[in-house]
């Protein structure tokens, strides 16, 4: 219940901030969007399955790229939004394939590799991308349709990962997190169940990928296939709570409120201290905000898998006398 | 096709990866964690050389004794005052602290060297006639040096006290504990060697390759790439896939173009992944 209060109060606020906020609220907004997206689904392989690795934005880039290509053929970003992420989820079928083979720093940074990858690739390629000099989009003139669609995307995850928190799917992804040999002796189907997490969590990073490309009118492999996205994204899940519904979504806020700050202040370090709040969380709260709020049973923080909690500790059906024996 | 000189390129670029790649999988092997910032101790190590050679105008060989010295300390810091506390934690904690040092670093050097290119010309310039071929002297230098420094460590491995130590470190900690072996002391040293070695790599390549604050995403990686393909903790795994990555890459680049030749360090990888996990001549992968 709780949980269902917090999704619809902030879903609500943020639906109201482009009718009474700022330019300046917007384009902040919309970044938080996007970043809550990404979060949200880097949560799902990492948090949920333990699978944490570098290389998300690999499908916020090919999706970016492949949205920002078909605007350029035409069509209207919606659709090429749609096509991005149906790009990214075609990417991560035969990579996950292949990297979940391996665990832990193996698979971390062997996806990051990749989206170095990918990087070269939209650098190489320059036939089709322009290289280094980026692809120019012809901006949109009303920011309000795809400031909601980055808004059905961001809520749509944290309502994903709400309802995954209390279903028999989501403890199956916990087990693989916590024994993955363990949970395939309990019958858990763990290859087809890992690959089919990495596969969701690459749709929505590319969907967003591309609206984001939408949004600057403009993509270069820089912007795409930036490692700072990478750690943002990451930082944010870590700072919030991995393996929690609510973390990535209190991580994104707050993180990028402190990075606004810092980029305002101190534009020269700017990236050099984001590392360095990075560490801070990584040495000083590396439970997360979320899961520090949890054990302290603070009063506006749901419990991790209430439904569950609530249909386990119903009491048994009485048993009849043929059962017992 | 000149398939002997293009097999002469990739060798002695091989030579160089070998150096970076050891003291990477070095590191793994005690820490068992993949140091992400062990291509911008690299990056550090070359630009470093740069400003020796050309700011302060003293001769390479210096660059080559102080940069390693230099690169130890920096690597022996993170070590002990970050990745120390991390060690008994989950892995994604080390992880993340070695990408937020490695966002740290570049963005440092951006500060203190700028965001471009260095070149140190005139630094081991001319070629060598060798085997029938015209060698770049600077090339030759390089991988002489790498490859003697890679072997030097691996005999230390071998056949001292402290590099069984290592090793019994890396192949069962708890028995090593038992022995009254060190783990903080073995660590700490090994930490210190692989940056050094990283920075050594620099050095190297700084007379061949420009440098600039970014490239250590650039070749620290691939160093990731030959340890998966050799094997990771086999060092002499990490030689082996060193040198043929090495010629990998150079073919490639000569087919395909500089970018594919890059890429395909990572088709490799990915090949080497699905066939045999393990790598070459590793331990296992699933740590």
């Not at chain 1, 370090?269 to 949890?294: D, E, N, W």
Request: glycine share 12%; with cysteine; hydrophobic share 60%.
């Amino acid at each position: 219940m709780k949980s269902l209060v917090i999704i619809v109060v902030s879903a609500a606020l943020a639906a109201v901030i482009p009718f009474v906020g700022s330019e300046y609220a917007l384009s902040f907004t919309v970044q938080l969007f996007v970043f809550v997206a990404l979060a949200y689904s880097w949560n799902l392989i990492g948090g949920y399955a333990g699978y944490t690795h570098f290389g998300q934005v690999a499908f916020f880039g090919v999706g970016a790229y492949t949205g920002a290509l078909m605007m350029d053929a035409g069509f209207h970003w919606l659709l090429a939004a749609g096509a991005a992420g149906l790009s990214g989820a075609l990417l991560a079928l035969p990579l996950g394939g292949a990297m979940l083979r391996v665990k832990g720093p193996f698979f971390a940074i062997g996806m990051f590799g990749m989206a170095r990858v990918c990087e070269s690739f939209a650098l190489g390629f320059d036939g089709i991308t322009q290289g280094g000099t980026g692809l120019y989009l012809t901006p949109v003139t009303d920011l309000k349709p795809l400031y909601f669609v980055l808004w059905a995307i961001a809520f749509g995850m944290v309502v994903l990962t709400w309802k995954l928190d209390n279903s028999r799917l989501g403890i199956q992804l916990l087990a693989i997190r916590e024994d993955e040999t363990a949970a395939d002796a309990l019958g858990i189907r763990t290859t087809r169940l890992k690959i089919g997490t990495f596969v969701a969590s690459a749709i929505a990073p590319a969907a967003v990928g591309s609206l984001y490309a939408t949004y600057l009118s403009f993509i270069d492999p820089a912007t795409a296939f930036a490692p700072m996205t990478e750690l943002t994204t990451i930082a944010m899940v870590l700072l919030g709570g991995m393996g929690t519904t609510f973390g990535p979504l209190v991580g994104a806020v707050v993180m990028s409120v402190v990075n606004e700050l810092l980029w305002s202040r101190f534009p020269e370090i700017y990236l050099a201290l984001v590392g360095a709040v990075i560490l801070a969380v990584v040495l000083f709260m590396p439970r997360g905000i979320v899961s520090f709020a949890m054990r302290r049973a603070w009063w506006w923080v749901p419990a991790a898998r209430s439904s569950l909690r609530r249909l386990a500790s119903r009491p048994a059906p009485s048993r009849s006398p043929k059962e017992a024996h | 096709m000149p398939v002997f000189e293009l097999l002469i390129a990739g060798i002695l670029l091989g030579g160089l990866y070998a150096l970076m790649a050891c003291g990477l999988n070095l590191v793994f092997g005690v820490m068992r964690i993949i140091n992400f910032a062990h291509g911008d101790l690299l990056a550090v190590g070359a630009l470093t050389t740069v400003s020796i050679v050309t700011g302060l105008h003293l001769p390479f060989y210096v660059a080559i004794v102080v940069v390693p010295l230099l690169t130890a300390a920096l690597g022996l810091a993170m070590q002990v005052l970050v990745l120390r506390r991390l060690a008994d934690g989950p892995m994604i904690m080390s992880l993340l602290a070695t990408f937020a040092l490695s966002t740290i670093l570049v963005n440092l050097s951006i500060l203190i060297w700028g965001g471009g290119y260095r070149g140190l010309p005139g630094v081991l310039g001319g070629s060598v006639h060798l085997l029938g071929l015209d060698v770049a002297l600077s090339r030759l230098v390089s991988f002489l040096v790498a490859m003697a420094v890679t072997l030097l460590v691996w005999w230390f491995l071998q056949s001292t006290r402290f590099g069984r130590a290592i090793r019994s470190v890396s192949q069962a900690p708890e028995l090593a504990v038992i022995n009254g072996i060190s783990i903080d002391a073995v660590r700490n040293v090994t930490f210190a060697l692989g940056a050094a070695m990283a920075g050594l790599a620099g050095v190297l390549l700084a007379p061949t390759f420009a440098s600039d604050p970014q490239l250590g995403a650039r070749f620290g990686i691939k160093a990731f790439a030959v340890i998966i393909v050799g094997g990771m903790g086999s060092y002499p795994g990490a030689m082996a896939a060193a040198l043929l990555l090495g010629v990998l890459e150079v073919f490639g680049g000569y087919w395909f173009g500089q970018v594919i030749g890059s890429a395909m360090l990572f088709l490799v990888m990915l090949v080497v992944l699905l066939v045999r996990p393990r790598g070459l001549l590793g331990m296992g992968v699933r740590a």
